[in-house]
């Protein structure tokens, strides 16, 4: 069975850096999402990519995050200048169309230090 | 007021009983209802995924969508220690994403 799978499993940052959180979605999808879960905590929606655009940006999603699908599989998720608030996990999801369950990655776990 | 809300438990039960996990949402306008399980450190596993009022069954698995009280529940029947894990209710909010609640964690003991 396809899946998504999201790359890497773990990466480790300094505040201040630059991380990119890597994912390809499963292939014949066209809505593209990423949530994030900080420990304990409920998961979050950050933003929705459909048609090469952001469809849709929670405020968590403030000018330090930016998403981009350079290719025709890959997706991705760049934190710019990263705070210690920003160690939680990120999860990318894909649907083939509106109102279809989400299919999840099994995450990227981001550390800041 | 919170679009989707769960009791976040933990749930204990022993193994073999009858599991009754629910949510309540806001939004009488809402449809589409899924339910996924997170194991620890995991991503979102689809359960089940329902569409307006009444019951889905898929094996020991049954999600009951009750519209006019803005309920839902999802049933484990014969529960194993393999189902300990945390469950998740979401919905299609409004706007172009999927809304969780905060998921309700269960534990079956042997």
């Known amino acids: 069975e396809p899946e998504v799978t999201q790359t890497p499993s773990h990466q480790v940052t300094q505040m201040g850096q630059e991380v990119i959180l890597r994912c390809v979605p499963i292939?014949?999808?066209?809505?593209f999402y990423w949530y994030r879960q900080i420990l304990g905590q409920k998961v979050e929606f950050l933003v929705s990519?459909?048609?090469?655009?952001?469809?849709?940006k929670s405020e968590i999603f403030d000018d330090q995050f930016s998403v981009e699908r350079p290719d025709g599989s890959n997706f991705t998720l760049k934190i710019r200048s990263t705070k210690l608030e920003d160690s939680a996990m990120y999860f990318c999801a894909s649907t083939p169309q509106r109102d279809s369950p989400l299919h999840f990655g099994n995450g990227t776990r981001l550390t800041v230090t | 007021q919170k679009e989707v809300e769960q009791d976040p438990g933990p749930l204990s039960v022993p193994e073999g009983a009858i599991v009754s996990l629910n949510c309540t949402y806001s939004?009488?306008?809402?449809?589409?209802f899924m339910w996924y399980r997170q194991y620890s450190r995991k991503g979102p596993e689809l359960l089940m995924y329902?569409?307006?009022?009444g019951n889905k069954e898929d094996g020991r698995f049954t999600a009951q969508v009750d519209k006019s009280s803005k309920y839902i529940s999802l049933f484990i029947r014969d529960s194993q220690p393999s189902d300990s894990a945390t469950y998740l209710c979401?919905?299609?909010?409004?706007?172009?994403?999927?809304?969780f609640g905060g998921g309700t964690r269960l534990m079956v003991k042997p």
């Open positions: 292939s014949n999808h066209l809505y």
């Open positions: 939004n009488s306008a809402f449809q589409y």
């Open positions: 990519f459909y048609n090469n655009e952001i469809s849709e």
């Open positions: 329902t569409y307006s009022s």
């Open positions: 979401a919905t299609w909010g409004a706007g172009n994403m999927l809304t």
